[in-house]
């Protein structure tokens, strides 16, 4: 009976530490994000200019800037960076600043193609010419909006699948009481 009080106590637990952690990470993801002014366009999409946008790594950027911008946008920045993985169908050309021009058109549109999102300590610019090439296809504020509509309702439903399997262990346990 007590192990069964455990199991519950931990479960419900278990997803008051989920909740908390999700809330932090996206708390995390919006701090990381510092105001800084710059040319680019106003905030939020930036299709008014004539059609869509891409933010790319600029040419004459340093090459030491790059890297940590980089390293940025594929770790705290969470950009998918697996396409520029060794492999991948942009890892050629393996340059830096091709790696960083993924990465950084990635984070601005998964971030609404806002201008602070592409900035990246003055290492990125918004372009309005598609830098996808062969078999590397650059996101695009299309494409980015069709694959998290599925993906946030996938969110949900997963959240809501969770606390039903929570509701029900309860109610097993109390009903066995």
């Known amino acids: 009976m007590k192990m069964k009080l455990w199991v519950v106590i931990n479960l419900v ?3 008051c530490f989920l909740v908390c952690a999700r809330k932090a990470m996206i708390q995390g993801k ?3 994000t510092i105001p800084i002014t710059t040319l680019s366009p106003p905030e939020g999409n930036t299709t008014f200019l004539g059609g869509t946008t891409w933010c790319v790594a600029r040419p004459g950027a340093s090459q030491a800037d790059l890297k940590i911008a980089l390293d940025w946008a594929c770790g705290l920045g969470k950009a998918d960076c697996r396409l520029i993985q060794a492999g991948g169908p942009c890892f050629e050309p393996n340059t830096l600043l091709s790696h960083a021009s993924y990465a950084f058109n990635n984070y601005y549109q998964q971030n609404g193609n806002s201008d602070i999102a592409c ?22 504020s299309e494409s980015i909006k069709s694959s ?6 996938y969110k949900a439903d997963s959240i809501v699948i969770w606390w039903k399997i929570n509701v029900i262990l ?8």
């Not at 309860?170 to 009481?177: E, F, I, Q, T, V």
């Open 13 to 15: 637990a278990l997803q």
């Open 148 to 153: 998290s509509a599925s993906s946030s309702k």
């Open 170 to 177: 309860l109610l097993l346990y109390l009903a066995r009481k």
């Open 119 to 140: 900035h990246f300590g003055g290492t990125a610019a918004l372009t309005q010419s598609n830098p996808s090439y062969g078999r590397c296809a650059f996101a695009s």
């Open 30 to 32: 919006a701090d990381a």
